[in-house]
């Protein structure tokens, strides 16, 4: 199957464009700046925002499918400043979308969406029927409408949105080099209130693994979660997280505290979001991950948990 990939450059795709080679499929590798590399394919440059250099890049090998992996976060986000971060990917889960089905004459997409835009559930893991998060803090809404409109237009071209928990592993901010583990060595990540927000995580090879499924799959459509097994709460992941990497457990502040300090939006991811369910995953992709928890896929990164270097 020729498959062009949208996005090829970033931490899923670079986990992605190996395994599409693996099973033999034609890769067309699409990214922004630098060109990818791909032993079974091609490597095409252009801006997603720009629909008649995608047009031009793309039309001559007429993909079969699409995986649509295309986003601009910062390597580092300012959770007081979400909204206008999140703004160019924003355009491109909207604009840029528009853009591919129309270079491509809307074959199937595979959409790279989120699983922890959910609307509260009360402390129990989120299926693909709870409704997303629209009223949530005021900085967070367009990104969810923008993800609204993702999932549609893929849905339109008979494709499936998979909803990725909290990316880990290489080129992410759980990486050793990445912002979330130089925050938490620091000690500038903190538990907020009770920790009890909940987080459903995934390695990027699993992220990738559960891409390449849903390309066989023609017959699943819509949402599906694509997230560990064990969702965690904070209060549990990060001191977990803290201990791998040898330093002593977060502080922990009021969460009126964080509010004042990290903006409506950061106060809430630290301590208000809904982990969520990955049966339909394994039932429909036939998929398993290969981190069955976070700790796994930490250990696989980091090495083995070493010891506080400073009294917990």
């Known amino acids: 199957m020729r498959v062009l990939v949208a996005g090829a450059s970033g931490a899923i795709g670079r986990q992605l464009l190996p395994l599409l080679d693996g099973v033999g499929h034609e890769t067309i590798a699409l990214a922004h700046r630098a060109p990818v590399r ?18 031009t890049a793309v039309s001559e090998f007429e993909p079969e499918a699409v995986v649509n992996l295309l986003t601009a976060i910062p390597r580092a986000l300012n959770p007081r400043r979400f909204e206008q971060q999140f703004a160019l990917t924003n355009r491109l889960r909207t604009e840029g979308t528009a853009n591919l089905v129309v270079a491509t004459r809307g074959v199937r997409m595979i959409a790279e969406s989120i699983a922890f835009a959910y609307a509260p559930t009360g402390g129990a893991t989120a299926h693909e029927d709870r409704p997303l998060w629209y009223e949530g803090p005021r900085p967070f809404r367009p990104a969810v409408r923008a993800l ?29 080099d990445g912002s979330v583990t130089e925050a938490v060595r620091a000690r500038k990540l903190p538990l907020v209130g009770d920790g009890s927000g909940v987080f459903s995580f995934i390695h990027t090879h699993d992220a990738a693994t559960a891409i390449v499924a849903a390309l066989d799959r023609t017959h699943v459509l819509g949402a599906v979660n694509v997230v560990d097994d064990v969702p965690l709460p904070t209060g549990v992941w990060l001191p977990e997280f803290a201990h791998r990497l040898g330093v002593s457990e977060p502080r922990r502040i009021p969460e009126w505290v964080a509010r004042l300090a990290a903006g409506s939006f950061g106060a809430v991811f630290l301590n208000g979001l809904t982990g969520a369910d990955n049966g339909r995953a394994r039932s429909e992709l036939d998929w398993r991950p290969r981190y069955s928890r976070v700790n796994e896929a930490w250990e696989a990164d980091f090495g083995p948990a070493l010891a506080p270097s400073v009294p917990v």
């Open 38 to 55: 791909v032993s079974n394919g091609h490597t095409v440059v252009a801006d997603a925002l720009d629909r008649d250099a995608v047009v």
């Open 148 to 176: 609204d409109e993702l999932e549609r237009v893929t849905a339109e071209t008979g494709g499936v949105a998979l909803r990725f928990g909290h990316l880990v592993g290489p080129g992410t901010g759980f990486a050793p």
